[in-house]
């Protein structure tokens, strides 16, 4: 059960505050879906268009007041939803809690992606029938961090220390949550302390390496196809497996993609030249996939990762790796930050700066590699 604050304005000036209780739906002899509501008006009133400092502080009072009985009303539903007694049941079973609370919550697709990978960690680390609330101390923290510094990823490397930091701090907002409902009556984490977050590493191709990798045959083209597109873009996995023909756009002799960040919601507009639209296959039906065929599975990554082995490429290469080639490619090129930053879809020019980095290690090593001169010894008179 979902529960939202909303308003109802009047026509003498006055807006209600009442609760809006989503109870689910029901379908009628058609099919036709019907809502499942009902309504708590909570004798609140506020005014519609506060007019001085007085009237919106009063309004600020008075929201603030029907959230926390928003907030009440969520944890009493909570409680119930797992018949929850007064005396502290913490016998509640972990991973039935964990999915009710991210189902509840709403996250975006990523957010909840992560979610639910550390999960799996979480049910590899323990048993998920037996595990209650009440099990989740200061030890079963302690042992879940250890289990991350021993595993593996897909890939057979050990975890980074970022994605480590990241799955301990979400089990923390479930633990989190479970204190604040009242559901166990001390929080371990009080005590923990999380990963140190570390700059990632950012894996790209060189030119070189791309030329030899996109010569190399792949038991998947679509897979090949996307990932030299994501190196000639910029553009995400999530953004390219969402691309449709209807948005890219030819203007005269250049062509140009019209979409909407997934990450971030924002629509951008990106130039791409011929070798990248190339690649593309626009479709008949302009609603139509440019990339059909392409999967959301970890065989993307093995299959890029096997495609790099077999050109010789060692690096730990993925599909987001396309999108670090993009970056550093243009910035080698000469293309300033800035651009880049655009190009990228970036909101600030932090997040682009890493890769400038990158342009500097490389120089340092350009320097590094001028051949040793063989020089003769000199003789220095002093100056007369």
């Avoid at 689910?24 to 268009?49: C, P, V």
């Amino acid at each position: 059960m979902k529960i939202h604050l909303r308003k109802k304005k009047n026509n003498n000036g006055r807006t209600s505050l009442f609760l809006e209780y989503y109870l689910g739906y029901s379908k009628d002899k058609t099919g036709k879906l019907k809502l499942k509501r009902k309504f708590e008006f909570l004798d609140i009133w506020i005014y519609s268009e506060p007019k001085n400092k007085e009237q919106r502080e009063y309004n600020k009072e008075l929201i603030s007041k029907a959230g926390l009985i928003l907030k009440k009303k969520e944890v009493e539903s909570l409680n119930n939803q797992f018949e929850f007694d007064t005396n502290f049941r913490q016998d509640i079973n972990l991973f039935n809690y964990y999915n009710k609370v991210i189902d509840k919550k709403g996250f975006r697709a990523g957010t909840y992606s992560n979610y639910k990978n550390c999960l799996n960690h979480l049910i590899a680390y323990c048993n998920p029938d037996t595990t209650s609330l009440k099990d989740i101390d200061e030890n079963f923290i302690l042992g879940f961090k250890n289990y991350l510094n021993k595993h593996e990823s897909v890939r057979g490397i050990p975890l980074h220390n970022n994605t480590k930091k990241n799955y301990v701090t979400l089990l923390k907002v479930i633990i989190n949550e479970a204190f604040n409902s009242g559901l166990i009556n001390k929080n371990p984490f009080l005590n923990i302390k999380n990963y140190s977050a570390q700059e990632s590493k950012k894996e790209y191709l060189t030119f070189e390496e791309l030329q030899r990798l996109s010569n190399t045959d792949c038991n998947h083209d679509i897979i090949k196809k996307a990932f030299l597109f994501s190196c000639l873009t910029g553009l995400r996995f999530s953004d390219i497996y969402n691309l449709k023909s209807n948005q890219v756009i030819k203007r005269g002799d250049n062509y140009l993609i019209e979409y909407r960040q997934k990450k971030t919601n924002s629509v951008e507009y990106l130039p791409i030249n011929k070798q990248a639209y190339d690649l593309l296959k626009i479709a008949k039906n302009q609603d139509d996939k440019a990339f059909q065929g392409l999967i959301k599975t970890n065989t993307v990554n093995f299959t890029i990762l096997k495609l790099c082995r077999q050109a010789g490429i060692r690096k730990n290469i993925t599909f987001h790796s396309g999108r670090h080639t993009f970056a550093v490619m243009q910035l080698t090129a000469g293309t300033d930050i800035y651009t880049v930053s655009k190009l990228l879809g970036h909101r600030n020019l932090t997040s682009t700066a890493i890769y400038a980095k990158i342009i500097d290690e490389k120089k340092q090593t350009a320097v590094n590699n001028i051949p040793k001169l063989e020089v003769k010894p000199m003789t220095t008179k002093p100056f007369e």
